[in-house]
């Protein structure tokens, strides 16, 4: 089993700053690409924030360059979401996800937490 706990969120003022981990634990044998998702109040989509490979490449949503970074950790299986400037629109559930083995071999599955509640407002 792949375990995923997300930490770091919370409420903010509009043009703060937050940043969230994500620990992935258990039978873990590899891990690809990891990433942050969220969900907005009354949306049922979730948008993908941003994405991070096991060589450190990054993408973000247009919506957040510049003013999030992701960075990761592979000898902690980490991945964290530093957030500047948040902004009232930002306020949303925020997932880890990641793309892992759990053992040698087998294929890449998603895994993803329970998420952590961002909000933004004054």
């Known amino acids: 089993q792949v375990q995923l706990v997300e930490s770091g969120g919370g409420l903010v003022q509009p043009g703060g700053s937050l940043r969230l981990s994500c620990r992935a634990s258990g039978s873990i044998f590899s891990i690809d690409n990891m990433g942050w998702y969220r969900q907005a109040p009354g949306k049922q989509r979730e948008e993908a924030v941003a994405?991070?490979?096991?060589?450190?490449?990054?993408a973000y949503a247009e919506s957040v360059k510049g003013r999030f970074t992701i960075s990761r950790d592979n000898t902690k299986n980490t991945v964290d979401l530093q957030m500047n400037i948040l902004k009232p629109e930002d306020t949303a559930v925020y997932y880890c996800?990641?793309?892992?083995?759990?053992?040698?071999?087998?294929?890449?599955?998603?895994?993803g937490g329970q998420g952590t509640q961002v909000t933004v407002s004054s």
């Open positions: 996800r990641i793309s892992a083995q759990v053992s040698r071999g087998s294929h890449y599955e998603y895994y």
């Open positions: 994405s991070i490979t096991s060589l450190g490449t990054a």
